[in-house]
Structures are given as structure tokens and as C-alpha cells.
């Protein structure tokens, strides 16, 4: 796994018992046994269909060949298989406003954790968002035009530590959607050491997603995210994270980690967050570079290996009727977003913006305090979004280096522009190690599609 078939458009992997065959320009996705495989990977490397018949010419009955054959033209007519590249209109990625906006609410952090990207940023900046800040933030949003539907997304530091703002501009935002036909959602990124039952109630009257910072087990936890003091956080995170699911029905929310190099048996940590009770999962590998914690390419065969195991432990969940939802493998191939949504990826400087607590306007949250990606201030008169970084960062992820003939380019969103630009140093280059990683984690998700049928 995988096995290269030599067509960008055809991706042939065999996972455990399945031979799966991806038709990557229509997203179908093929379950076939070894006379398949072998006439698909023969079409696929050019072969005409006489020269399949002579290839397996005493391998296979004849019969049996020209019927295999003749499926293979059947999802081709259906444009199932070797379908035609899609037409991507490229003035589509510029045809809607911002919808999202990630507000850092706070600067500021009662942990320290070893890995947070806001401390790539030295300049001097505002500890809280204000009130002046949170509301023309929302006025930008309500100003936009396309569609009903608007994001906000609490985020810091920990935005906890600003408590007040957070109800203040819900209210608003609330009001004044009411008023416009719009609809908000919230979202608040959360390392849950403040959470408490006042908050934790306003976050459920408010119907608000969470997302809660966990890594791991305790070592794990204790490890990347201390306190300023040294003192693990592991204690009081899972106690309040376990108190508030509760008072939430565990729902509407995601457990989320980051792998390193000091956990690459993270298995075992989603094992951990199901004795606890977590069901609802994320863990991402950790964005960085030449600390002893980052990944490295030679740790490939051992998170592979690792996936693996994670793909055992979801199918024995489900068949113990006690399944968990894994971020990574919620793959929708029938019913996913759009082509468009799908190149665009976060929608960073286009339809996704982040606002520091000064009002400054980047196009995603790690870009937050790079002068090079500076779109604006909210609080400026006349306002004015630089609308040519956001565009300049779409551009990049269109002719990023090599999705053009990546398999997974209509999956992934090209990538992260935030990883090809800390990582890679160029926005238009993809990170080799990140692109291994997504490919291991979409082929586990296509082996679950087909396994769970």
C-alpha cells in the first residue's frame, strides 16, 4: 500500500482484505477482486483493451476478460471511472464575501503550551480584544453579501480569559441578524482550564460549538501543555471537559490534540479519550520546525503504522455498537461539500479571516502579526480589506507544487497555506511529509467507506 499505477487520475492502494480503485476526477470509489485490478491497472498505464486481452491471455478465461472489460466501459460512459477532468472556474473562488471570521479574543494564556504558533509572533499586541473591536468585527460580517449564513470563531490564547466579550458580541451578532434574515454560528476553541458551570451554561443556552484542547494521556498533556509554572494541566482539563459534556449531552463538540514526535503511538491517547468517555475526536500532527518534538519524515512508517491500528480500533468500536467519530476519517464521497469548497480548502484570506485583538485582519489565525499578510483593520475609516493577499494565497494553493498531479488534490484543499509557508518558507510549495500524512489518513478513510458498506 499504495501501488502506483502511473495515470494522476486513477489511485489503485490495497488496504487489509479490499483492493480499492479511487477515480479521482469523479470520486467513485471501487471495491474490485484480482481480474479487476489487474485490467483497471493495465487501462490505466495505457494499455489498449487488445493488448489487455493478450497480457492476461492464460491467466484469466478470455470470457471473463472481455466482461471485466465491458464494466470498465460501463462506468466510463457513467463517468465512473477514468473520468474527465473537472472545469474549475478560478473567478468562482472570488465570487462570495467573507463569512468566517476567527476573533482573538485574548492574546493571552494561562497555559504555555510548547508547540502554540502565537508565540512565533514577538511584536507587542493587545492582551484582550474590545468591545469597539469585537463589534465592527461583526458589522463586517453582516455586511457581506451571498448567502445566509455567517461563522465566528472564539479563539486565542484562550479566549475564556475575556469571558465578557464573548456573551457581549454574541448578543450582538444575534440581534442583528435577526434583523437582517441571517443566521450566526459560533465556535470557541477552548483549553478548558476556566471552564466552569456559568460559562458552561452560556455555552449551551447559546447552542455554541466547542472545541477543547487535549492531547493525551496524562504524560502527554502534561508534557506540551503546562501551566507558566511548569505544573501539568492534564487534571483540571479532563475534569472540567467531563463535567461540561456532560451537562451537554456530549454533543456538539470535538475533543482536539496534536500529535509530536513524543506521542507517535497516539493510538494509545484515542484509546485514552474513549475510557473517558470522548467520542467525538480530532488529532493533527504538529506544525513546526527543528524542535526535538517535530515530525520528520523517517517517523512516516511508524504513523502509518499507527493509522493503521487506528482504523482496527474504530471498526471494533462500530462493532461493538460503540462507535466514535475520528475528524480525520469523516470522509463523504456522495454527499460532501463541492468541487469548489473542496479546492478552496479553510477558505483562508477569501471567505475566512482572523481578526487580532487591535482589529488587524489576516487570512487565518497563524498568520496573525505577519506584516506580509496584513488585509486591514477592522476599526479603520474608511474600512478597507486588502482582498489581494487573500487572493495572492488562493492563487499559491491553485499552482501548489505537485498537486497538480496528486491523486488527492480534490480532497485535501491543496493543502495547508500555513504549513507550506512555515514549513516550506514559499506559500506554493506543499510540504512532502504533510502530503504523506493526508494521503495515509484519506486512504484509511476510503478503506472505512468501503469496509462499513
Not at 127 to 134: A, L, N, Q, Y
Not at 237 to 249: A, D, E, G
Not at 276 to 287: A, I, K, Q, R, T
Not at 378 to 394: H, K, N
Request: proline residues 4%; contains cysteine; aromatic residues 10%.
Amino acid at each position: 500500500m499504495p501501488e502506483g499505477t502511473g495515470n494522476k487520475d486513477i489511485h489503485m492502494f490495497k488496504y487489509k482484505d479490499l483492493q480499492l480503485i479511487y477515480d479521482v476526477n469523479s470520486g467513485s470509489l471501487h471495491v474490485v477482486d484480482n481480474l479487476g485490478w489487474e485490467v483497471v491497472a493495465a487501462l490505466a498505464g495505457g494499455c489498449t483493451k487488445e493488448k489487455v486481452l493478450s497480457l492476461l491471455q492464460g491467466k484469466y478465461p478470455p470470457a471473463e476478460v472481455k466482461n471485466a472489460l465491458q464494466q470498465v466501459e460501463q462506468l466510463q460512459r457513467e463517468k465512473c471511472l477514468f473520468a474527465p477532468e473537472p472545469v474549475v472556474d478560478q473567478s468562482r473562488f472570488f465570487s462570495f464575501g467573507v463569512r468566517a471570521l476567527c476573533l482573538f479574543i485574548s492574546h493571552d494564556c494561562n497555559l504555555s503550551c510548547r508547540y502554540c504558533f502565537t508565540q512565533r509572533d514577538p511584536g507587542q499586541r493587545l492582551p484582550h480584544m474590545t468591545w469597539e473591536v469585537g463589534k465592527k468585527a461583526v458589522d463586517l460580517l453582516l455586511e457581506q453579501k451571498g448567502g445566509r449564513h455567517r461563522e465566528i470563531d472564539f479563539f486565542g490564547g484562550e479566549p475564556l480569559l475575556n469571558f465578557p466579550l464573548i456573551k457581549k458580541i454574541v448578543s450582538y451578532a444575534r440581534q442583528q441578524a435577526d434583523r437582517r434574515g441571517l443566521e450566526f454560528e459560533f465556535t470557541l476553541t477552548t483549553n478548558a482550564t476556566l471552564l466552569d458551570a456559568v460559562k458552561g451554561d452560556f455555552l449551551n443556552r447559546e447552542d455554541m460549538n466547542v472545541i477543547l484542547s487535549l492531547d493525551g494521556r496524562p504524560r502527554i498533556q502534561d508534557l506540551m501543555r503546562s501551566y507558566k509554572d511548569g505544573r501539568g494541566s492534564y487534571q483540571r482539563t479532563v475534569k472540567n471537559i467531563v463535567k461540561f459534556l456532560q451537562s451537554r449531552h456530549k454533543e456538539n463538540y470535538y475533543i482536539r490534540g496534536t500529535y509530536t514526535r513524543n506521542n507517535l503511538d497516539f493510538c494509545r491517547d484515542i484509546e485514552h479519550f474513549l475510557s473517558l468517555g470522548f467520542d467525538s475526536l480530532s488529532l493533527e500532527p504538529v506544525v513546526s520546525q527543528g524542535e526535538s518534538y517535530t515530525i520528520r519524515e523517517s517517523d512516516l512508517p511508524a504513523i502509518k503504522q499507527e493509522y493503521e491500528r487506528l482504523v482496527d480500533l474504530y471498526l471494533a468500536q462500530l462493532k461493538a455498537d460503540n462507535p466514535f467519530h475520528f475528524y480525520h476519517f469523516a470522509l463523504d464521497l456522495e454527499k460532501g461539500p463541492c468541487l469548489y469548497k473542496r479546492l478552496s480548502g479553510c477558505g483562508a484570506g477569501v471567505d475566512y479571516l482572523a481578526v487580532a485583538a487591535d482589529g488587524s485582519l489576516y487570512p487565518c489565525h497563524q498568520f496573525v502579526g505577519l506584516d506580509d499578510f496584513y488585509m486591514g483593520n477592522v476599526t479603520q475609516e474608511p474600512f478597507v480589506l486588502q482582498r489581494d493577499i487573500g487572493e495572492r494565497m488562493a492563487a499559491a494553493s491553485a499552482t501548489r507544487e505537485p498537486c497538480a498531479d496528486c491523486w488527492a488534490r480534490f480532497l485535501c484543499g491543496r493543502g495547508c497555506a500555513a504549513t507550506a509557508y512555515f514549513v516550506e518558507g514559499e506559500l506554493h510549495k506543499a510540504s512532502a511529509l504533510n502530503c504523506n500524512l493526508q494521503q495515509m489518513r484519506l486512504e484509511c478513510a476510503l478503506y472505512l467507506q468501503a469496509a462499513v458498506q
